[in-house]
């Protein structure tokens, strides 16, 4: 079983539309997050919840919302979308938020904007 | 803010060298992380550092946190062409709540 999955894979739409990532969590983690990989593979921070709740917003946009039903759940909606929002978008879950914790990865979805 | 570098960026070199990828800070971390991401896939853990000094051996992979913890660097030894990826360092930043990325060396073994 996939340990944590985002849905879709590949994302193509177009500009000033809304979409959706949606991510799960099978291992029971409380600390979920979203990160963005751009052209040049850097890794950078969006958001951080533990146990449903927002602990980082790391100067994002308000065009992206994250929301988090419960534990096991962390999406983004993302509303207006520009060309700059082309990028891969990577799910992760961690134990708990401690500097030792391992954080698990998704596959990623690779988000394109025309 | 940038708050680690990694070097080099790109990193090209035959099945059976030996190569060093370095993480470098001006800040002093309580540990860090060490990732490697093959295309397509997400970064997969491969070790953490803690203890200033500390050296952690993975097989053939090497790797070495500094006295100060400010930096760390992981050495491969005969390298294999399952090595190649991308190798990114990470460390906590915001009281400990998310992971700070180095832009990652991308390292290719051709056979």
């Excluded at chain 1, 000033?16 to 950078?44: A, P, R, V």
């Excluded at chain 1, 449903?52 to 994002?60: A, D, R, Y």
């Excluded at chain 2, 952690?56 to 500094?66: A, H, P």
Aim: with cysteine; hydrophobic share 30%.
């Amino acid at each position: 079983d996939t340990a944590v999955s985002q849905t879709p894979k590949y994302l193509v739409t177009q500009m000033g539309n809304d979409k959706s990532i949606k991510c799960e969590q099978n291992l029971g983690h409380d600390t979920m997050y979203w990160y963005k990989q751009d052209s040049k593979k850097f890794l950078k921070i969006m958001f951080s919840y533990n146990n449903k709740e927002l602990i980082i917003n790391e100067t994002v946009p308000n065009r992206f919302s994250p929301k988090s039903p419960d534990k096991a759940h962390l999406n983004l909606h993302i509303n207006s979308l520009e060309l700059g929002d082309s990028a891969v978008y990577f799910c992760a879950s961690s134990q708990d938020a401690g500097a030792r914790q391992p954080q698990h990865f998704g596959d990623g979805t690779r988000l394109s904007i025309l | 803010t940038q708050l680690l570098e990694q070097s080099p960026q790109f990193l090209s070199i035959q099945e059976g060298e030996n190569l060093t990828v370095y993480c470098n800070s001006s800040s002093v971390f309580s540990s860090l992380q060490w990732y490697r991401q093959e295309p397509g896939e997400g970064p997969v853990l491969l070790v953490t550092v803690v203890t200033g000094g500390e050296v952690k051996k993975l097989k053939r992979l090497t790797f070495q946190f500094g006295d100060a913890r400010k930096d760390s660097s992981l050495h491969i030894t005969a390298a294999q062409p399952g090595d190649t990826g991308l190798y990114l360092c990470a460390g906590l930043i915001n009281s400990g709540y998310a992971l700070n990325f180095g832009k990652g060396t991308s390292l290719l073994v051709t056979p």
